[in-house]
């Protein structure tokens, strides 16, 4: 996986203060290349249960070939993207809770 912990901590961090990071949230996400936010996108669907964590590389592959929208502006869209990505990083065994700690 591109993405590392601590990005993806810090985006689901971001995200649960929308009101107040929402433009640095959406120039952090922009700057991911496009690998990582196709992993990010990958991510919140498992989340979300659009796919199971052992189809992750399909949800991989759809984001990537699906990809027609700004990640920023897809997953901003989502009242609940940052839950949604918490669930989808718990459901891979992705273990984000050292790089939250060191964020706060």
């Known amino acids: 996986m591109e993405l590392s912990m601590y990005k993806l ?20 996400i922009d700057r991911l290349n496009e690998d990582e936010q196709a992993e990010l996108v990958a991510i919140f669907w498992i989340g979300r249960g659009s796919f199971e964590a052992e189809d992750f590389a399909e949800a991989l592959e759809t984001a990537q070939n699906e990809a027609t929208t700004p990640t920023a502006d897809y997953l901003l869209g989502s009242p609940h993207f940052a839950d949604h990505l918490e669930a989808g990083a718990e459901a891979l065994n992705l273990d984000i809770a050292d790089a939250e700690e060191d964020l706060l």
């Open 9 to 28: 901590a810090q985006i689901i961090l971001m995200g649960h203060e929308m009101r107040r990071a929402e433009g640095e949230l959406r120039a952090f």
